[in-house]
């Protein structure tokens, strides 16, 4: 659901590149984000986790 919800945005690829990572497959990052999961990134920020909250992602999109 959460993929599906952040597929419905149109996001330019020359300005943003989404990379979709298996937490549970890094002990590493199952140990930072684990208990957060989904999580979606914009570098090292937290934009939203365990649900999917379209008005951040908007907000992080929005031109400056």
């Known amino acids: 659901k ?7 945005f149109d ?3 020359t300005r943003w590149r989404v990379t979709v990572v298996d ?20 570098g090292e920020r937290e934009v939203c986790s365990l ?3 379209p008005e951040r992602l908007a907000a992080l999109l929005a031109p400056a």
């Open 11 to 13: 996001v330019a690829p």
């Open 2 to 8: 959460f993929e599906a919800a952040l597929a419905a």
């Open 23 to 42: 937490v549970d497959a890094s002990p590493v990052l199952a140990a930072r984000w684990g208990a957060k999961v989904p999580v979606l990134l914009a």
């Open 51 to 53: 649900r999917f909250r």
